[in-house]
């Protein structure tokens, strides 16, 4: 019935495998050299880790925009929001549901918004996201990195540094040269390995989207947007293991900030691209219709009660779970049915 490409799906999970495991070295090299020089865990955690976590997006959406591939960028860095949100922190919630305080859920939920609000001027407004954007949204992560870290160092909080050293795992690491050297050397080759999984993974889901006729944004939406986000799963299973669901939000929220504005900005200002027009529906833009509103809504529905109640409960995670199935069946099935 397909014109299936053995190699092509080979290579594609080769390079899921090449992403998943040069994020991890990056991320355990990362947090040694971090840990040499007597930073502290929680300056690590919210900084070192949370990006190198995101790396995989990073640079699948770069190999995506250096192609001419902005279709890939695009529906990477939303799709990674909505799956890091539904499925992943969904999972969290509805199988063991935490507290969340709230102090420190009220700065990035809001960011967020205001990310995503200026994302979708460009989106609705002028449907292409210019370089201008991508600086912009460039700028809004350096705010955020400032004032997070600004916000740590002024007010830190013991029960946080203990989640935080218990889900990274990081022994103090006594400082020598050889050491770092080897970190070092750790870093710079997982960063090789992130930007050939994500070169693999760009190529093969390209071959196969055409191979398929399904287009490029929804591959982009779900199976690339899945297979970036399993670092972030990782952390979330582990931060649940170790009992800590309030730990494994903040690390979803800080993720898509990150997705939005430095894995957007980054593709963005390499290579501008117009908003992908995969299938219409109604006479509009499918992605303006479900895409970014579903983005508001699943954010909605997982950060707000938090805010407001300093709780989590297991129907937000169930709720997310049935958007997330209706979305995938809204991409295989129902969208191409308005080519």
């Not at 900030?257 to 995969?278: E, H, K």
């Not at 989590?312 to 969208?335: D, K, M, N, T």
Request: aromatic share 10%.
């Amino acid at each position: 019935m397909f014109d299936f490409i053995p190699t092509e799906y080979f290579l594609l999970v080769f390079g899921f495998i090449l992403l998943i495991k040069g994020g991890d070295w990056f991320v355990d090299a990362a947090s040694s050299i971090a840990t040499r020089f007597h930073l502290p865990e929680l300056l690590i955690g919210a900084t070192v880790v949370a990006i190198g976590t995101t790396l995989p997006e990073v640079m699948t959406s770069a190999m995506g925009a250096m192609s001419g591939n902005g279709d890939m960028a695009y529906g990477n860095a939303i799709g990674s929001i909505i799956c890091n949100t539904s499925l992943i922190a969904a999972l969290t919630i509805a199988i063991k549901p935490a507290g969340a305080k709230r102090k420190t859920l009220i700065f990035p939920v809001c960011f967020f918004f205001a990310a995503i609000a200026i994302y979708s001027v460009f989106a609705y407004l002028f449907g292409e996201f210019t370089r201008v954007s991508g600086i912009i949204l460039l700028v809004m992560f350096v705010i955020y990195m400032v004032i997070t870290v600004y916000n740590m160092k002024k007010n830190p909080e013991e029960d946080s540094v203990k989640e935080s050293d218990e889900a990274l795992d990081t022994p103090a690491l006594p400082s020598s040269a050889s050491g770092l050297i080897k970190d070092i050397g750790v870093l710079i080759f997982s960063a090789f390995v992130i930007a050939v999984g994500a070169y693999l993974l760009v190529e093969s889901a390209t071959a196969i989207a055409i191979s398929l006729k399904v287009p490029q944004t929804v591959i982009s939406l779900t199976i690339v947007a899945l297979g970036t986000s399993l670092p972030e799963l990782v952390t979330a299973i582990t931060a649940l293991r170790k009992g800590h669901g309030a730990l494994s939000l903040g690390n979803i929220i800080g993720a898509n900030i990150f997705n939005l504005v430095l894995v957007s900005g980054t593709a963005i200002a390499i290579n501008p691209f117009p908003l992908p027009r995969a299938a219409t529906f109604l006479g509009l833009n499918a992605s303006l219709v479900f895409d970014l509103p579903l983005v508001f809504l699943v954010m909605g529905i997982m950060t707000l009660p938090a805010v407001f109640s300093g709780k989590l409960r297991r129907w937000q995670g169930i709720s997310l779970l049935s958007l997330y199935a209706a979305y995938c069946v809204l991409q295989f099935v129902l969208i191409p049915m308005f080519p």
